[in-house]
């Protein structure tokens, strides 16, 4: 199946710094890549859909100022965490749609980054 | 998006068969099935797609009645490493946005 890949896995910034975290597709093109963050013990919560030489669209209750989404090709998404504060410690999830045989969109998840703020 | 609701936890024993339902009774005439399986700082990992009817793959079956408002996903005979979080999702064909559920913490014991 499509391989996405995330970098870092893991990072561990001070308060008030900034974080990026890549998301590729690695053999196949996206249009669309989704951003979610996942707190211990809970499920994914979708933040935003990234779409290729366009604008982010963020879910309600996301701070776009506060998640910066880049879709600069058709195989890079950015997340850029900026001004990162304990709270904003979480897992990290990004994913990509092919178009499968089925005639559907089978959506290809990262490995996960793993952001701890201190 | 159309809601899923999905029992939160399930437990088994290693070769039984597992059967997790999903329920989905706002489901559109867009919206197909998908079902993920996660592991613990994993991201998920797609299993199964249907749209209709039934599904089989290497891995596992996936049952949708002709009302399409539930679904089961089926896994034949189950090993620890199966112990896991399984999600039901309903996506619309148009724009992928995949809402996720609580989730069924399925885990097997030996």
């Known amino acids: 199946g499509a391989v996405v890949s995330q970098h870092p896995s893991r990072v561990i910034c001070k308060s008030g710094t900034s974080v990026k975290i890549e998301c590729r597709s690695l053999?196949?093109?996206?249009?669309?890549m989704f951003w979610y963050r996942q707190f211990p013990k809970q499920s994914l919560m979708l933040m935003a859909t990234?779409?290729?030489?366009?604008?982010?669209?963020?879910e309600q209750g996301v701070e776009k100022d506060k998640f910066l989404i880049n879709h600069a090709s058709l195989t890079l998404s950015t997340l850029t965490v900026t001004s990162a504060h304990p709270e904003d410690s979480s897992f990290y999830i990004c994913?990509?749609?092919?178009?499968?045989?089925?005639?559907?969109?089978?959506?290809?998840f990262g490995p996960g980054t793993r952001l701890t703020v201190l | 998006l159309a809601k899923t609701t999905q029992p939160i936890s399930m437990d088994s024993y290693e070769g039984q068969e597992v059967n997790i339902t999903c329920s989905h009774n706002?489901?559109?005439?867009?919206?197909?099935i998908t079902w993920y399986q996660q592991f613990p700082s994993q991201g998920p990992r797609f299993i199964i797609q249907?749209?209709?009817t039934k599904v089989t793959n290497e891995v596992a079956s996936l049952f949708i009645p002709a009302d399409r408002k539930s679904s089961t996903l089926s896994l034949p005979r189950v090993s620890l490493s199966d112990t896991a979080v399984y999600y039901c999702?309903?996506?619309?064909?148009?724009?992928?946005?995949?809402?996720f559920g609580t989730g069924t913490r399925l885990q097997v014991f030996p």
């Open positions: 053999d196949f093109q996206a249009t669309t």
């Open positions: 994913s990509a749609t092919v178009l499968s045989g089925g005639g559907g969109n089978e959506q290809f």
């Open positions: 999702l309903v996506g619309d064909w148009n724009t992928d946005k995949l809402i």
């Open positions: 990234s779409n290729e030489g366009s604008k982010a669209t963020y």
């Open positions: 706002n489901i559109a005439t867009n919206d197909y």
């Open positions: 249907g749209y209709k």
